[in-house]
């Protein structure tokens, strides 16, 4: 079954720690997308990539960092320097450049500050 | 500045009767609008878009209504108990070669009472 995968699903960090979130799609899409999502607030782009070896910063980027390597893997860096890591992280992939394309999700993963 | 507001954090509504959920937004330039249905600990889910220069699209119990200016609303008739999830609006914008970038409301918890 095509689909993305985020793992873990819940993720403890400790004071100081980077964190790395890990999302894997197999539906072939070119682009891909991180999102932040707090209680009582809609999805915040993080980063998003339309390419290999190419990414962008979203809307809140800061304290974040992302790579590229391969076309299923996109995976998210929860740096020192976020100081309000603790959200629900969603990540998302499309077809590029096609107007009005959904982008599908995996089913998150739960990020909480020990 | 929030460009796409949905004003409702909840609605209940009765089993059998229609459920409908308002979005507004304020950008002008969104091309394609999207309704995504979201259960708790999980992704958003696709569930019907618009073309900004449509009034109307209809899939099955679901219908999206784009006719007042800068408004849309997401109808489903009849609402059944699996209906009970957050719904959120998003609108699509360009980002940059082609790609486009989604623009979140803050989500409708809808309740259906049996």
């Known amino acids: 079954d095509g689909g993305i995968t985020q793992s873990p699903k819940y993720l403890f960090r400790k004071e100081g720690q980077n964190v790395t979130l890990s999302c894997e799609q197999n539906?072939?899409?070119?682009?891909m997308y991180w999102y932040r999502q707090d209680p009582g607030q809609g999805l915040r782009l993080i980063y998003y990539?339309?390419?290999?070896?190419?990414?962008q910063k979203g809307d809140i980027a800061e304290g974040y960092s992302v790579s590229r390597e391969k076309k299923e893997s996109f995976p998210l860096t929860v740096t020192s320097a976020q100081k309000n890591p603790t959200a629900f992280y969603l990540c998302?992939?499309?077809?590029?450049?096609?107007?009005?394309?959904?982008?599908?999700f995996g089913d998150g993963t739960r990020l909480s500050i020990l | 500045d929030q460009q796409v507001k949905q004003n409702s954090p909840s609605l209940s509504v009765q089993e059998g009767r229609i459920s409908i959920l308002n979005c507004d937004y304020t950008?002008?330039?969104?091309?394609?609008f999207l309704w995504y249905k979201k259960y708790p600990a999980e992704g958003p889910t696709f569930l019907i878009s618009?073309?900004?220069?449509k009034d109307k699209n209809e899939d099955g119990r679901f219908t999206v209504l784009n006719k007042s200016a800068k408004h849309l609303s997401l109808h489903i008739v009849p609402s059944q108990p699996g209906d009970s999830a957050v719904y959120f609006c998003?609108?699509?914008?360009?980002?940059?070669?082609?790609?486009?970038?989604?623009?979140f409301g803050t989500g409708t918890r809808l309740t259906i009472i049996p």
């Open positions: 998302a992939s499309s077809i590029w450049a096609e107007g009005g394309q959904p982008q599908h």
């Open positions: 539906l072939n899409h070119d682009a």
């Open positions: 990539s339309q390419i290999v070896n190419d990414f």
């Open positions: 950008n002008s330039m969104f091309d394609y």
């Open positions: 618009i073309s900004s220069i």
């Open positions: 998003a609108a699509s914008g360009v980002l940059n070669f082609g790609n486009e970038k989604l623009t």
